[in-house]
């Protein structure tokens, strides 16, 4: 056994003699050296449609959208549809963003083209944004919407139902971070009887 232990040793030494090492590598690097780089593709909206191939970019977040990136209008029957519009809102804004205007531009010429077709908008607010007063900002909010279709596509008001609520219904956390999700409004457009 201890002859085994003697060629142990003798053969680890000789191994460990057999080792090369290698230079440091260069801190200075080529300024033509070849390197091989890859794009990622990127869905800037994250609605799950790259922007390369997306013909509505900027999609709201929580929007139903078509394979093309743009808000969608679900079919039912023969000219039955229903289409889903969202808006959110700076603090204490009733101000419509301009990145929204896509969408109510969508709406509004679906129901010029169903006449039969109604909207209903629902406004809201966060919890940072509630006072006294806070169903009328809500309301605010509702109503600008109600006047851009009224104005900008001549929709009958008589067509659009609103509803306005304070911070009661969130869809997300009232901190800092999430609290501009609850800061919105949801419209409903739809011609299903």
């Not at 809500?138 to 104005?151: A, D, H, L, P």
């Not at 067509?159 to 501009?180: Q, V």
Request: hydrophobic share 35%; net charge negative; proline share 4%.
């Amino acid at each position: 056994m201890r002859l085994y232990n003697v060629l142990l040793l003798i053969a680890s030494i000789a191994l460990a003699g057999c080792q090369t090492t290698t230079a440091a590598p260069s801190k200075k690097v080529p300024k033509d050296e070849n390197i091989r780089t890859m794009q990622a593709e990127i869905d800037s909206d994250g609605d799950g449609v790259l922007d390369a191939i997306d013909e509505c970019p900027g999609t709201p977040f929580n929007v139903v959208i078509d394979e093309r990136g743009c808000p969608d209008s679900l079919l039912f029957g023969e000219n039955e549809f229903m289409m889903e519009a969202r808006a959110y809102y700076d603090e204490n804004s009733s101000e419509i963003k301009n990145e929204y205007y896509e969408q109510l531009d969508n709406a509004g010429k679906k129901m010029q083209d169903h006449l039969d077709a109604v909207m209903h908008i629902e406004g809201h607010i966060s919890k940072r944004e509630d006072n006294n007063a806070n169903q009328t900002l809500s309301r605010y909010r509702v109503e600008g919407i109600k006047n851009y279709m009224t104005m900008t596509y001549n929709i009958d008001p008589d067509r659009i139902k609103t509803f306005y609520y304070g911070s009661e219904r969130p869809i997300a956390p009232n901190d800092i971070e999430n609290s501009w999700l609850n800061q919105r409004i949801y419209a409903l457009i739809s011609n299903v009887k």
